[in-house]
């Protein structure tokens, strides 16, 4: 889009700052305005950010003696630089930018040493104190505007030059330099070695009558011996591309661009990839030089475009001349305002597109990447070479030792050996669990590591009927004192051993003996009691009843007896109104409905954190398949919620959820401010 626009018919030149772009505008000769004046103006401006689509007003001004043909503005690293000034009286002006702004007296220099107007003006890239100018009747000079504005002559005036038309330093090597003609020829100079070094004749138009001129040269920046013309041929406006190692004939020819004469070249210094042209038919042009395709236009003037300028300093600007009384200045990284309203016309220029590449320009491009790969590898690229490199990369070559350490143990099935170092350097529990995970029978290694020994629970519960005995002998004992018989004797010595022994109730071969009655048939059904009425239901084979009686007066071994012999849904109701009469009676009942239903969730959901051991021990002993992974978690969860971490991650290693144990030391290692190698111990 149009960036910005200045009212003037003006030759322009960018300033070579940065930042805060600058530009100034000469009075053009050849030309007038509506006014009709007279007047010679140097004008500078400077752009406004916030203003789009605007016009600019000059920030400063100074009258100058003649109308402009060529103006340059040169670097300096104390001030805003000098521009000179080559005017159509012949005349070549320095002035101060600074002192232009200012409102100063901003003249360094001038001269009149050309004979004509000064159609050629450059300041040498490589040190800004050289300037070189050309006019009519083929003078060229080089000037000095530091060492008494000293001029001097590039060599022996060269027969093939007429008018210089344009004049180009080359970017690669600083003492060569190109002037165009007239007369349609260029000439090429060393500046050391004073002299003209090659010409190439007839470069206007290849094949035509006539001579026509070279309207512009502009020199390849990335190329010492590339350069371009353009002819202001209307017949034929083609722009040439030269390659000197072989001046016989261009290498390519752009042509199709343009319907009029070229009056312009610009080249970007900072995307060689990039050319830029303008004529007589009002357009302007981007170029590729590579294949020599069109990859853009700016929208067209209504009158002849006469200089078309890159800011080299910033090209993401460029700016463009013509007779119709302004210049318009272009932003490439602006984006498109779109109007308020979508069904407006859309005739005004500020919403054309400006200049609408194919491909980025090389400065918005990454002049180089990165990206880190796994196992400590680098990939990078730059744009010096067309290569992927992915490069080793060690930080810390510690760390890389460790974790070359850790590969070959886990190649080699030795994980467990690992965990038991870890083990014997840090009195950390997590190692601990690492290590019997590895281990067989990892479970009830577990159980073991929780504190809860089988073997020794088992010979516990063989004890208790012992210590009862010798409890109940202790009382018997206690009771003798009491007892007249205690010290009594025996006429039978046999005898009295026979029944001191108390009798082995197993070695008995029937458990009953003797008569008994089923029920007392003299009782009527209605008086009978609840044993009566069991013993009816079980006789008449009404399981089901006879345990709903036994339910009721809470005869739970009865019943859980009986209902075997009934329906599979009678014996597990059994167990359900069991489990609802003892779970709050004793704590091991809920434990055995867990166990007995398959479903550990209540446990791990519902029990006090404080007992998260005895949790985890009763889901390695009871928990199946997956259910012992996603129930270890949850109540990870739960521990982690409640703010024990250290336990928390135990149960997240017997899960198997790693990702929560990193998060979880990775917290701690940044709470904790250790180094980075801390961290990669642990992990």
């Known amino acids: 889009m149009v960036y910005q626009y200045i009212e003037r018919t003006a030759i322009p030149a960018w300033g070579p700052q940065h930042v805060q772009p600058l530009i100034a505008a000469g009075t053009v000769a050849g030309a007038m305005d509506a006014s009709f004046s007279n007047t010679s103006l140097l004008e500078v401006f400077q752009l406004d950010d916030n203003t789009d689509g605007g016009g600019l007003e000059a920030i400063g001004k100074v009258e100058a003696n003649a109308r402009f043909q060529r103006l340059a503005w040169s670097t300096s690293t104390d001030s805003l630089g000098v521009l000179a000034g080559g005017l159509e009286n012949g ?15 901003s003249v360094l220099h001038s001269s009149s040493a050309h004979t004509g107007s000064v159609s050629g003006l450059q300041f040498n890239p490589f040190a800004s104190n050289l300037m070189a100018s050309g006019s009519a009747n083929g003078e060229v000079f080089i000037w000095d505007i530091v060492n008494d504005f000293k001029s001097y002559s590039p060599g022996p005036r060269s027969q093939r030059l007429d008018t210089v038309t344009d004049l180009c330093w080359n970017q690669q090597v600083q003492h060569i330099l190109a002037t165009a003609s007239s007369s349609g020829s260029l000439v090429v100079w060393d500046l050391r070695s004073r002299r003209e070094v090659i ?7 290849i094949g035509q009558g006539g001579r026509p001129g070279v309207a512009a040269v502009e020199w390849n920046p990335q190329s010492a011996t590339q ?29 199709g661009g343009h319907q009029r004469g070229i009056l312009s070249l610009s080249w970007c210094h900072k995307d060689s990839g990039l050319l830029l042209s303008s004529g007589k038919d009002n357009r302007t042009v981007c170029w590729n030089p590579d294949s020599g395709d069109i990859v853009g236009e700016l929208p067209p003037s209504s009158n002849w475009v006469y200089d078309v300028q890159w800011n080299q300093a910033n090209p993401n600007l460029l700016s463009g001349a013509s007779f119709d009384g302004r210049i318009n200045l272009y932003s490439l990284s602006r984006e ?13 220029s500020l919403f054309a597109p400006a200049l609408s590449l194919k491909k980025p320009p090389k400065w918005l491009a990454r002049p180089c990447g990165a990206v880190f790969g796994f196992g400590g590898q680098l990939v990078h690229f730059n744009q010096t070479s067309s290569l992927v490199s992915i490069t080793d990369f060690v930080a810390e070559p510690e760390l890389a030792q460790q974790a070359q350490q850790l590969e070959s143990l886990l190649e080699s099935n030795q994980a467990a050996e690992l965990c038991k170092e870890r083990v014997t350097a840090d009195d950390d529990k997590s190692w601990q669990v690492l290590q019997i995970l590895f281990e067989e029978d990892a479970r009830d290694k577990l159980v073991k590591f ?8 088992k010979a516990r519960i063989q004890a208790k009927p012992v210590e009862k005995k010798e409890k109940e002998e202790e009382e018997e004992a206690k009771a003798d004192g009491d007892n007249p018989f205690a010290s009594s004797t025996s006429l039978d010595a046999d005898a009295d051993d026979f029944f001191s022994k108390p009798t082995n109730v197993s070695d008995l071969e029937v458990a009953f003996s003797g008569a008994f009655r089923i029920y007392d048939k003299a009782k009527d059904i209605r008086s009978e009691d609840t044993n009566g009425l069991i013993t009816r239901a079980i006789l008449l084979g009404d399981i089901e009843a006879a345990v709903t009686l036994c339910i ?18 009678l014996a597990a109701r059994v167990q359900k109104e069991y489990f609802a009469k003892r779970a709050q009676q004793a704590p091991y009942v809920r434990l055995l409905h867990a166990i007995v239903s398959g479903d550990l969730s209540d446990i791990v959901v519902n029990a006090d954190l404080a007992e998260w051991d005895e949790v985890l021990a009763l889901l390695c002993t009871y928990a ?11 109540l990870g969860q739960r521990l982690e919620k409640g703010g024990d971490l250290d336990n928390a991650v135990l149960c997240y290693l017997a899960s198997g959820n790693l990702d929560k144990v990193a998060g979880i030391w990775i917290a701690h290692q940044k709470k904790s401010g250790r180094h980075v190698s801390g961290l990669h111990s642990l992990i």
Do not use: H
Request: proline residues 7%.
């Open 624 to 634: 199946q398949g997956d259910q012992f992974s996603s129930l270890c978690e949850t």
């Open 199 to 205: 010409a190439l004749g007839s470069v206007g138009t």
């Open 552 to 569: 009721e007066q809470e005869l739970f071994a009865d019943a859980l007896i009986l209902a075997p012999y009934g329906s599979p849904e």
């Open 336 to 348: 498109v305002e779109e109007p308020e309203d979508p069904f407006a016309p859309q005739s005004s």
């Open 91 to 105: 005349d070549i002006t320095i002035w101060d930018a600074r002192k232009i702004i200012d409102g100063e007296d």
């Open 227 to 255: 350069l371009v013309t353009a002819s202001s041929d209307d017949n034929n406006p083609v722009i040439m591309l030269w390659d000197l190692r072989n001046a016989q004939a261009p290498s390519q020819t752009f042509a």
């Open 450 to 457: 929780l504190g809860f020994d089988k073997d020794q629970v």
